[in-house]
């Protein structure tokens, strides 16, 4: 374990300080942010502006959905896209062949070779805005804490869909819009579940399981989730780990290599 820290610190101070050399890009990924922001609050404003809500959400409860899903986007920027989409380009060239042949298991190294800092505006903003409606609906430090969690449990579950479908590049080759699909559907988490009718909720829990990303967590951090949920998405983000893992070996049984 000691020597994958090791090779991890090696990638990120590599990745940071080759990132850094277009520090206006850090500029623009703040703007774009604030952007996102504004049209995601915009939404929301839409809906509660006449007084209506979500069944059982105020207007700061559902600004802790968001400031989630700013986050779980942050997340996404930073480790996600950055090393995930890059499986396509590997296979495209032949260059997984040297990731397969270094002394390193292959999925920790496509997972976690770069890093992008321009995902830090959001992860920033996502943290403000879970201060500011915290502060408003009046939780303590036990009630962030606590949905540390299920919310670790949202990111497992989201890498481990991403990266499964970063796999089956090797059938397909070419599935870019395969995970524009899946962002697209991650999107959904911006509000909570409620907001949908009964049938998305459905599909958004049991199919794609974008609940478990942004309102189980909220759920947690407001004190009122009960604990099958809690229970659930342990077990969910253990399983598709897994099954990432053994799907990925599955999948390179059938990839062939530039140099055969």
Known sequence: MGRYWKVLRLF?????????????????????????????LFGLFLFYRTGYTFTGWSWEAALIVLGIFTLLQGFSASFLAANLNRIVRHVQEGTLDFILLKPIRSQFWLSTYTLSPWGVPDLIFGVMILGYAGKRLGLRLENYLLSLVPLFCGLVILYSLWFMLGATSIWFVKIYNVTEVLRGLVE???????????????????????????????????GRV???????????????????????????RFYTSASS
């Open 188 to 222: 959904a988490g911006r509000y909570p579940m409620v907001a949908y009718p009964a049938t998305y909720r459905f599909f958004f829990t049991f199919v794609v399981p974008v609940a478990f990303l942004t309102t189980v967590p909220a759920e947690v951090m407001l």
């Open 12 to 40: 990120w101070a590599t990745a940071i300080a080759a990132e850094l050399e277009y520090r206006v890009n850090f500029f623009i990924a703040t703007l774009s942010s604030l952007g996102n922001l504004g049209g995601s």
């Open 226 to 252: 009960q604990i099958h949920w809690l229970i659930g998405a342990v077990f969910l983000a253990a399983a598709l780990f897994w099954i990432s893992t053994k799907f990925w070996r599955f999948a390179l």
